[in-house]
């Protein structure tokens, strides 16, 4: 008999352009999962910052358009912080993605943890006191 333990990682790969290629969304971890919201929290707070006003001289038009892209850099580079090198490129192709552009990615994740959470509550359930031993 051999001795082996297999843990479901809770790992999901999900198919992001039409080259095939995968990122992944460790849903399991709840780190990963606190790091997701802050990030998705910050990345809607910059989005209603930019969309303010535009200056009608051509200087102040240019300064605006510098201080977003910016901070759209600052976002592709901590979106690729979180979910591994590359992924900007391969969900938004060879571009600086707009703010907008973040904001629907991450909605569009947001289903994935939100089947996780209702997954893990279902097999939690299964997990009473009789059932652990646990008097609490």
Same mark, same amino acid.
């Given at each position: *008999? %051999?001795?082996?333990? &297999?843990?479901?990682?809770?790992?999901?790969?999900? %198919?992001?352009?039409?080259? =095939?290629? #995968?990122?992944?969304?460790?849903?399991?971890? +709840?780190?990963?999962?606190? @790091?997701?919201? &802050?990030? *998705?929290?910050?990345?809607?707070? @910059?989005? !209603?910052?930019? =969309?303010?006003?535009?200056?009608?001289?051509?200087?102040?038009?240019?300064?605006?358009?510098?201080?977003?892209?910016?901070?759209?850099?600052?976002?592709? &580079?901590?979106? +690729?912080?979180? #979910?591994?090198?590359?992924?900007? @490129?391969?969900?938004?192709?060879?571009?600086?993605?707009? *703010?907008?552009?973040?904001?629907? #990615?991450?909605?569009?994740?947001?289903?994935? #943890? %939100?089947?996780?959470?209702? +997954? &893990? *509550? $279902? $097999?939690?359930? !299964?997990?009473?006191?009789? $059932?652990?031993?646990?008097?609490?």
């Amino acid at each position: *008999m %051999e001795n082996k333990i &297999r843990v479901a990682s809770g790992v999901k790969k999900i %198919e992001v352009n039409d080259d =095939g290629e #995968f990122i992944s969304l460790p849903v399991a971890d +709840d780190n990963f999962v606190v @790091r997701f919201y &802050r990030l *998705m929290d910050g990345i809607g707070e @910059r989005a !209603k910052e930019i =969309g303010s006003e535009i200056p009608e001289d051509i200087t102040g038009k240019i300064e605006a358009v510098e201080k977003v892209v910016a901070v759209e850099k600052e976002t592709k &580079r901590e979106v +690729d912080e979180l #979910f591994g090198d590359g992924t900007c @490129r391969k969900v938004f192709g060879d571009i600086l993605p707009s *703010m907008d552009l973040f904001v629907e #990615f991450f909605g569009s994740l947001l289903p994935f #943890f %939100e089947e996780y959470k209702q +997954d &893990r *509550m $279902r $097999r939690m359930g !299964k997990y009473g006191a009789e $059932r652990t031993g646990s008097s609490l």
